[in-house]
């Protein structure tokens, strides 16, 4: 990537896992990225106030409007004049704020508001928080233009990669056969459904290769993250859902490839590590000097690929069931999903149940378009309440 000249980035979810890695990214490149604005939900406000001393943006916003005072004493113990915002649409104003591309690093469905604030307001979106794409698919695809919506997501930056690196191949549709989106297994992998029965959170909360915010990595573990990046996809690449496999590999080197038609697959490989997509989305299309480290050649490796196995970890087929269907089908996947996860952390609902609750609460929706917000919203609504509902009874 050329030095010459400076990005400004819109970093919202700067306090978690990709968002700290955004910045560790930005700190260690000096003169290519210029922080313009913060946000944050609000449970780490001193973490954030630190953060807008050492990055001076322009603005920093708190999506809870109750942690403003302590984000202002915060900010003027540290001498930080920039511009405070507060509440959801302090939010979106972050997003939309004047910068060349904003990085959506939020956790869960409520990433939509700030996904489409920085759409509409002509900004390129690098997006880590797939659950706004997946959640409001339709919405989301009509606002976004070519070339403005990049993903951070390992998997998707490797199939853009592999599409990229393919030239002319890549970019013409009938060329490419099938997307293969490769999966760690997560922490209890090669166990059957009955071993999963007794699996707590702290297990769950064990990643084998990713260290990733609480809700992923419980998403990694049932593989409904790899349902949501399945059905990410196929709206980002627009391939349909019987072309795309999901492989289990689990080294998390190979971050996921395009076979080709004349049988030729390509794959992308990198040591599992955040930074690089991160990097790559930020200066696309140019690549960041040394944003991770490289494969090492030079020592003996073993990289293995497994099918998954449907029985265990159904959170997949339901995936291509729910984005088949399209419409509100997917946000209520999420939700229910969201919901599930919650109740399984607090202890209230043992592993199984999070992923049989989410087809429960599935089988019983009634499909919509998801033409508007309010009716994302609404569907979305429903079935976190539907879930509460049946996780209470679990
Ligand atoms: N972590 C990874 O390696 C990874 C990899 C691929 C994709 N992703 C995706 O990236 C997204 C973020 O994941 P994560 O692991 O970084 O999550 P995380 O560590 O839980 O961080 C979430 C961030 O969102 C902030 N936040 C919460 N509510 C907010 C709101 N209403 N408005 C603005 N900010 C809000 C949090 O602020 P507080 O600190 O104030 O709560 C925190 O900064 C998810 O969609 C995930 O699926 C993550």
């Known amino acids: 990537m050329q030095s010459d000249t400076t990005r400004s980035v819109a970093l919202l979810g700067s306090t978690g896992s990709i968002g700290t890695q955004s910045l560790d990214v930005i700190a260690r490149t000096p003169g290519l990225f210029r922080v313009a604005a913060l946000a944050a939900g609000g449970g780490r406000v001193d973490l954030l106030a630190r953060q807008a001393a050492e990055f001076g943006p322009d603005v920093v916003a708190v999506a809870d409007a109750s942690a403003l005072p302590a984000l202002r004493e915060a900010l003027a113990a540290r001498g930080v004049t920039a511009k405070v915002l507060a509440g959801p649409e302090g939010v979106a104003e972050a997003a939309a704020w004047p910068s060349d591309v904003v990085l959506n690093g939020v956790t869960g469905a409520l990433g939509l508001t700030s996904t489409l604030a920085a759409l509409e307001a002509g900004r390129v979106l690098a997006l880590a928080n797939k659950e706004s794409l997946i959640v ?13 919506l990049i993903p951070v997501d390992s998997e998707h930056s490797a199939l853009a990669q592999c599409l990229w690196a393919a030239g002319p191949s890549g970019a013409d549709a009938s060329a490419v056969r099938r997307l293969v989106v490769t999966a760690s297994g997560g922490p209890f992998r090669g166990r059957s459904r009955a071993e999963l029965a007794d699996v707590t959170p702290e297990q769950a909360l064990a990643h084998p290769t990713w260290s990733m915010g609480p809700v992923i990595t419980v998403n990694s573990a049932t593989l409904v993250n790899k349902g949501l990046e399945v059905i990410e996809a196929h709206l980002l690449f627009d391939i349909g859902f019987d072309r795309i496999d999901v492989v289990v590999h689990p080294q998390s080197i190979v971050h996921s490839m395009v076979e080709f038609v004349d049988g030729s697959t390509v794959a992308q490989a990198s040591p599992p590590d955040m930074r690089l997509p991160i990097a790559l989305a930020l200066g696309w299309p140019g690549r960041v000097r040394d944003a991770a480290p490289a494969v090492d050649w030079t020592r003996a490796g073993v990289w293995t690929f497994e099918p998954l196995d449907d029985e265990a970890f159904p959170a997949v087929e339901l995936a291509r069931h ?14 229910a999903n969201e919901v599930c996860v919650d109740a399984f952390l607090a202890g209230r609902l043992p592993f199984l149940g999070i992923v049989d609750t989410v087809a429960a609460v599935v089988s ?31």
């Open 136 to 148: 409001g698919g339709p919405l989301v695809k009509r606002l976004a233009k070519p070339g403005q």
């Open 322 to 335: 729910v984005g088949s269907e399209g419409g509100t089908a997917p946000a209520v996947y999420n939700a």
């Open 364 to 394: 019983e929706h009634t499909v919509t378009g998801a033409d508007t917000v309010d009716e994302v919203l609404g569907a979305d609504e429903w079935a976190r309440i539907r879930a509460r509902e049946l996780t209470a009874t679990a």
